[in-house]
Nanobody
Framework: QVQLVESGGGLVQTGGSLRLSCAAS????????MGWFRQAPGKEREFVSG????????SYADSVKGRFSISRDNAKKTVELQMNSLKPEDTAVYYC????????????WGQGTQVTVSS
C-alpha cells in the first residue's frame, strides 16, 4: 500500500500563493503517477494536476493552467503543487493521490488539506 500525507494548506488572500506538499511512503515502487484533486463544499471532487514519476510529464485542469505548477522529487518521494494567483474559487480541500502502474484510476488518497482563499 501507498501512504500519502499532504501539508501546506492554509488561508491566503486573493492573488496570493501557497505550496502544497505530498509525501508518499510504503509501496511507492508500484506508483506510476501522482495527482492533486480538490473538492469544494457542495461540489464533486475534481482533477487539478498530475505528474508521472518516471518522465515528469504533467497535466493540468484548464481552470489552473498558468497559475499552478506541479513538481516531483523522486529521491524524496514527494510531490508539490505551487499555487499562484489564487482565487476564491480555488477554495477547497486538496487531496493528493497515487495511480499505480497499469491502473486507470487513482488508488490511494491522502487525508486532504484545506485551502481557503479570501476575497
Amino acid at each position: 500500500q501507498v501512504q500519502l500525507v499532504e501539508s501546506g494548506g492554509g488561508l491566503v488572500q486573493t492573488g496570493g500563493s501557497l505550496r502544497l506538499s505530498c509525501a508518499a511512503s510504503g509501496g511507492t515502487f508500484s506508483s506510476y503517477a501522482m495527482g492533486w484533486f480538490r473538492q469544494a463544499p457542495g461540489k464533486e471532487r475534481e482533477f487539478v494536476s498530475g505528474i508521472t514519476w518516471s518522465t515528469g510529464r504533467t497535466s493540468y485542469a484548464d481552470s489552473v493552467k498558468g497559475r499552478f505548477s506541479i513538481s516531483r522529487d523522486n529521491a524524496k518521494k514527494t510531490v508539490e503543487l505551487q499555487m499562484n494567483s489564487l482565487k476564491p474559487e480555488d477554495t477547497a480541500v486538496y487531496y493528493c493521490a497515487s495511480r499505480g502502474v497499469g491502473s486507470l484510476q487513482y488508488d490511494y488518497w491522502g487525508q486532504g488539506t484545506q485551502v481557503t482563499v479570501s476575497s
